[in-house]
């Protein structure tokens, strides 16, 4: 079974930091692009960032270009996110899946609440 845990989220303040993972199973993961993305009630889930199978192709939502920096760990099929200078408006739910070509299944994501 495809799944995805995602964990590292908690409350942080702007101008903070927070380093996201999320270790996956369940299929062949250095064989997919992977990605993370975001939702907040009543609001479509984000694309927020990509990085390809070998790690040598990489795309940030335009919003977080500078800010966020993804990367993975074939050997260990994990991925991370860190979010350096959080904005309120990056307060969400964060989920890893395949990216662009997204699997069946979604992790219980990790809330990342940014706040004073």
């Known amino acids: 079974q495809v799944q995805f845990v995602e964990s590292g989220g908690g409350s942080v303040q702007p101008g903070g930091s927070l380093r996201l993972s999320c270790v996956a199973s369940g299929f062949i993961f250095r064989n997919y692009g992977m990605g993370w993305y975001r939702q907040t009630p009543g609001k479509e889930r984000e694309w927020v960032a990509r990085i390809n199978s070998f790690g040598g192709f990489i795309e940030y939502v335009e919003s977080v270009k500078g800010r966020f920096t993804i990367s993975r760990d074939n050997a260990n099929n994990r991925v991370y996110l860190q979010m350096n200078s959080p904005k309120i408006e990056d307060t969400a739910v964060y989920y890893c899946?395949?990216?662009?070509?997204?699997?069946?299944?979604w992790g219980q994501g990790t809330k990342v609440t940014v706040s004073s």
């Open positions: 899946n395949g990216a662009p070509r997204r699997l069946s299944s």
